[in-house]
């Protein structure tokens, strides 16, 4: 249908996500001293312009007639309303972190090829004309789609029962492109076999193979999300999250009651995250008094946004912060946080009334690797090694974290004075686990690289 902006008002046609706009006809004129394109694709989005629409925009000459944000996945065209003819895919290509691009020609029967597990993989689809893509099939849950690139999750070779729907190493799915006018292409099969590789990362249920073992552990590329706090709604990507489930079996979820301080669940490139917005998104971790343990290693996976700030951010805390010593119930013996300080730092405290251990070296708005272990109090990520610190004495305290009855938090922390949240979280977070026990080196090592495989870094 024809459309226009009246005099006076700012108007952008959108196109949203995987969305497909289609515009035709109409007229936009566009003030000398306004900047803004026309058309505008966020993020992956697909618009199709009919040329008598594209003919009615008046602009400058400097301003794009559509812009993208820089997204090489996001589709625009013109719109030619009388196309009946079915797009083709004629190659998908990939890279593999280290090696040149690996180009895979798709025929009428489709493709085969081979990943490497516990890596998440982007395909790109090249079509004979502009298409989003339909994914079909029995691994189609392991797959997601952004514009015409595929991504595949990152699969486990080890799985009980295999990787894939039928028991095999190998996920099958059928790939279709949809043009503007919603012609279909041929489904091309592809087959993505798992290769198993000397990874030596490790799960929860080997890390949690010791006698009485007690923790948690949210690996985020393999979390089941959910969008209340009865734990029976799936979410979705992009919803706020209410609940998440503990993958260690220890019954400890993540839980948020209240709505406005729940963190969407998202994608960051490949890798699936709850992205905090540093103002109110926290969760609570199990129940009061759940974390009571003398001694824990701890680990995180996360990045702090480079717009964060320079304040310490606290994504995991036990206890609360305050400045008695008395061990009632605002002290701040038996209270441990964990955080990155100012995206270039990191930041915590194992006991003591006051006192913070900060060393260098997180880069703002890279993917960190973060572990904690009582025993030697040292941080160790893959960026930083802090040296041994106790509060502001330096002395070996030994305390049952946190307090009797406190809760533990996830994004921020609880301060026990003011009686609020405080120094909240900003950026996306990957997973972390805590273990009731001083992790010897090896295991502690193979947890470092499992949290590495569900952020980007490589250990």
């Not at 339909?134 to 486990?156: C, I, N």
Request: proline share 6%.
């Amino acid at each position: 249908n024809p459309w226009k902006v009246g005099s006076g008002s700012i108007g952008q046609v959108y196109a949203y996500g995987n969305s497909r706009v289609l515009v035709q006809g109409g007229t936009f004129t566009q003030a000398a001293d306004f900047t803004w394109s026309p058309f505008h694709i966020f993020e992956t989005g697909f618009m199709s312009v009919d040329a008598a629409a594209q003919a009615g925009v008046t602009k400058a000459a400097s301003v794009a007639m559509f812009d993208s944000e820089g997204n090489d996945d996001a589709l625009f065209g013109t719109w030619d309303h009388d196309d009946a003819v079915a797009p083709t895919i004629t190659q998908l290509s990939y890279r593999v972190p280290g090696q040149p691009v690996t180009v895979v020609p798709i025929d009428a029967s489709g493709a085969a090829l081979s990943i490497n597990e516990n890596q998440p993989q982007a395909f790109t689809l090249s079509a004979s004309e502009n298409a989003t893509l339909a994914v079909y099939g029995p691994d189609a849950a392991k797959f997601a789609v952004s514009g015409r690139t595929l991504l595949m999750k990152a699969q486990d070779y080890d799985v009980a029962n295999g990787p894939a729907a039928d028991g095999s190493k190998t996920l099958r799915i059928t790939v279709q492109a949809i043009d503007a006018n919603g012609n279909p292409s041929r489904a091309y099969p592809l087959a993505v076999t798992i290769l198993d590789v000397d990874d030596a990362a490790i799960g929860p249920v080997e890390a949690f193979d010791y006698p009485n073992a007690n923790g948690c552990w949210f690996d985020f590329s393999q979390a089941q999300f959910w969008a209340d706090t009865a734990m029976t709604i799936p979410a979705q990507l992009g919803d706020p999250v209410a609940a998440v489930t503990d993958q260690s079996g220890r019954g400890h979820h993540l839980w948020q009651p209240d709505p406005d301080r729940r963190a969407p669940l998202r994608l960051d490139g490949l890798y699936t995250c709850l992205d905090f917005n540093g103002t109110s998104h926290c969760y609570n971790l199990g129940q009061p008094g759940d974390f009571r343990f003398p001694n824990f290693t701890a680990f995180l996976a996360l990045k702090k946004a480079k717009d964060a700030g320079t304040a310490p951010a606290y994504a995991l805390f036990f206890g609360r912060r305050a400045v008695s010593t008395d061990g009632g119930t605002n002290s701040s013996n038996g209270t441990f946080w964990f955080g990155l300080r100012g995206g270039v730092s990191v930041t915590y405290r194992c006991t003591g009334p006051n006192g913070t251990s900060d060393g260098t070296g997180a880069a703002p708005g890279k993917p960190v690797v973060l572990s904690f272990r009582t025993l030697d109090r040292v941080v160790r990520s893959n960026a930083v090694q802090i040296l041994p610190a106790d509060g502001s004495t330096g002395a070996p305290i030994n305390n049952t974290y946190p307090l009797a009855n406190e809760q533990a938090l996830v994004g921020a922390r609880w301060d026990g004075v003011s009686n609020d949240f405080t120094s909240y979280f900003k950026g996306p977070m990957y997973g972390f686990a805590v273990l009731d026990r001083d992790c010897p080196d090896a295991i502690r090592f193979r947890i470092e690289r499992q949290f590495g495989v569900a952020s980007a870094v490589s250990l």
